[in-house]
């Protein structure tokens, strides 16, 4: 169930390491556009979260675990 929050991060972001979602600030990092983009993110994944949380809980276990995005052994 788990693996759900960063599979769909990683789905409509392109990524899940805070490094490669903030590459564009690194030379303007309190900048505004990071701070909303930061925003937004957390915002999502908290989001889906919530999702998760009230869901049916066997049909959300039941769900396939989904590309290993944080590149986790079996």
Not at 22 to 40: K, P
Not at 54 to 67: C, K
């Amino acid at each position: 169930m788990f693996n759900q929050i960063p599979c769909r991060i990683a789905e409509k972001y392109g990524a899940t390491l805070c490094r490669e979602l903030t590459e564009q600030w690194q030379d303007a990092w309190l900048c505004r556009e990071h701070a909303v983009s930061c925003r937004e993110l957390i915002t999502d994944a908290a989001g889906i979260a919530a999702e998760l949380i009230l869901a049916d809980r066997d049909m959300v276990a039941s769900a396939p675990f989904g590309r290993n995005v944080e590149r986790l052994s079996e």
